[in-house]
């Protein structure tokens, strides 16, 4: 069983750029796959961006092709979302989930175990 940590959120203007960074604990994380979505206030989750668990395929919403990278380094049990010219739309609770050997999925339901999430607000 893994335990999932987010960290990395915060304020930023229009157009800046912040990297968001769930990290792992327990079990053998290069066996997971990961997914970042994201809950606005008022709104459901949304699917944002997920990566297989060997780093061979990425998956992304289409507001944030372009603007958001996710990636990850098994070695330090990490998955990052660089995101560039954020919006106010971004403006979000970010979380990460995880799924063991299974392939990028948007849905929610396809991931298992979920971090407590970090806010990212983007101002005008």
């Known amino acids: 069983q893994v335990q999932l940590v987010e960290s990395g959120g915060g304020l930023v203007q ?15 994380f290069g066996t997971y796959t990961v997914a970042w979505f994201r809950q606005a206030p008022g709104k459901e989750r949304t699917f944002v961006a ?3 668990w060997n780093g061979s395929k990425t998956l992304y919403t289409d507001s944030v092709k372009g603007r958001f990278t996710i990636s990850r380094n098994n070695a330090e049990k990490t998955v990052s979302l660089a995101m ?3 919006k106010p739309e971004d403006t979000a609770l970010y979380y990460c989930g995880a799924e063991r050997f299974s ?5 929610e339901r396809s991931y298992t175990y979920w971090g ?4 990212v607000t983007v101002s005008s």
């Open 14 to 28: 229009a157009g800046d750029s912040l990297t968001l960074s769930c990290t792992a604990s327990g079990g053998t």
């Open 50 to 52: 997920s990566i297989m």
């Open 84 to 86: 560039n010219s954020l």
């Open 103 to 107: 392939v990028p999925s948007g849905r």
């Open 116 to 119: 407590q999430g970090t806010q």
